[in-house]
């Protein structure tokens, strides 16, 4: 059975950090693609960061220059590592995970409160 389990979110203040994690477990060939998508009050989904497998990174324009995702393939780990967080950074922080013949899991969410 395919999991991601998240974990990092939390309060914290404008222009502080987190750092979020996310573990898959459950996939014998590994995945594809994996990231974060952030999710916020009467919006859609919206994409934060990917990486491949490969290491191929894409990030939201909002976010480039400050924060950073990163894996661990032996421990199929995702992490965003989240600098100068901004009041629109607030939201469930998605880990999802595409993998070859399976296709697209999600994790439960991760709250992110970034007060001013």
């Known amino acids: 059975q395919v999991q991601l389990v998240e974990s990092g979110g939390g309060l914290v203040q404008a222009g502080g950090s987190l750092r979020l994690s996310c573990a898959l477990s459950?996939?014998?060939?590994?995945?594809?693609?994996m990231g974060w998508y952030l999710q916020t009050p009467g919006k859609q989904r919206e994409l934060v960061a990917t990486i491949s497998a490969s290491e191929l990174t894409n990030y939201a324009d909002s976010v480039k220059g400050r924060f950073a995702i990163s894996e661990d393939t032996a421990k199929s780990t995702v992490y965003l590592q989240m600098n100068s967080l901004k009041d629109e950074d607030t939201g469930v922080y998605y880990c999802?995970?595409?993998?070859?013949?399976?296709?697209?899991?999600w994790g439960q969410g991760t709250q992110v409160t970034v007060s001013s």
């Open positions: 459950g996939s014998r060939f590994g995945y594809n693609t």
């Open positions: 999802y995970a595409l993998l070859s013949a399976l296709g697209i899991f």
